[in-house]
C-alpha cells in the first residue's frame, strides 16, 4: 500500500525556537497533502491543505505566518512552526490523498509528536 | 454547517459484537470512510463507502445510506487490541475530508 512518512517522529524545543516538520509521499504523487493537529482526546483539526506550486490553504483561525507551509515537490510538504510556545505542543498528522475521480483515499503519515518547553 | 455526528464513548465485551454509528450533513458527498486510531498514533484506513449498501471486510463492516445521511461500522468478534477510538469522515464536494469526534470503543474482558 501507499505509504507517507514523517520526520521527525518526536521533537522536543524550547519556546521561541522554529520546528520544521516533514511529510512524504514514498510511492505516489501527491499534488494536495493535509496538515492535522491533534490535541489529546480529541478529533483531527485540519490545519491547512497544502498545494505543490502555490499557495497553501488555511483553516479559519489558523494562524499562516505561524505555520508555515510549503510544497516544494509533488512528494514533499513541509510545515514549519515559527516561534513555538508550549500551547503549540501537540501531535501533527499529515495526510494525501491518492487517486482520480470520485475516489480519493486518505493516507496518513505516522505524526509528529512536538513538546515544546 | 457541516456536521459529523458519533457517539462519544462505547463499551463492550471481548468476543463481541459492536456497531458504531456515523450520521452527517454535509455540503455534497464523495464518499465516508472509518479509521481506527490508537491512543498516541496516527489513524489508520479500515472501510470506504460511496455507494449504498454493506462492505464486509473480514471482521469489520462499514454500512453506508445516502437517502438518510447515515453509516455505521461493525465489528465482530471483539479483541482487546480492538480497545481505540473509531473516526467517522466524510468526503465532500470540495473534497475536503471532514471529521466526526471519534468513538471511543472500551473492550472488556
Known amino acids: 500500500g501507499a505509504v507517507v512518512s514523517q520526520h521527525p517522529s518526536w521533537v522536543i524545543c524550547k519556546s521561541g525556537t522554529s520546528v520544521k516538520i516533514e511529510c512524504r509521499s514514498l510511492d505516489f504523487q501527491a499534488t494536495t497533502m493535509f496538515w492535522y493537529r491533534q490535541f489529546p482526546k480529541q478529533s483531527l483539526m485540519l490545519m491547512a491543505t497544502?498545494?505543490?506550486?502555490?499557495?497553501?490553504?488555511?483553516e479559519q483561525g489558523v494562524e499562516k505566518d505561524k505555520f508555515l507551509i510549503n510544497h516544494a515537490s509533488l512528494t514533499l510538504s513541509t510545515l514549519t512552526v515559527t516561534s513555538a510556545h508550549p500551547e503549540d505542543s501537540s501531535f501533527y498528522i499529515c495526510s494525501a490523498p491518492r487517486g482520480s475521480g470520485d475516489y480519493n483515499e486518505q493516507f496518513f503519515g505516522p505524526g509528529t509528536r512536538l513538546t515544546v518547553l | 454547517g457541516q456536521n459529523i455526528d458519533q457517539p462519544t464513548e462505547m463499551t463492550a465485551t471481548e468476543g463481541a459484537i459492536v456497531q458504531i454509528n456515523c450520521t452527517y450533513q454535509t455540503s455534497g458527498f464523495n464518499g465516508l470512510f472509518w479509521y481506527q486510531q490508537h491512543a498516541g498514533e496516527a489513524p489508520t484506513f479500515l472501510s470506504y463507502?460511496?455507494l449504498d449498501g454493506l462492505e464486509e471486510k473480514g471482521r469489520f463492516s462499514s454500512f453506508l445510506s445516502r437517502s438518510k445521511g447515515y453509516s455505521y461500522l461493525l465489528l465482530k468478534e471483539l479483541q482487546m487490541k480492538d480497545s481505540a477510538s473509531y473516526l467517522c469522515a466524510v468526503i465532500d464536494s470540495n473534497y475536503q475530508l471532514i471529521w466526526g469526534a471519534g468513538t471511543k470503543l472500551i473492550i472488556k474482558p
Open positions: 497544502s498545494n505543490e506550486g502555490s499557495k497553501a490553504t488555511y
Open positions: 463507502n460511496v
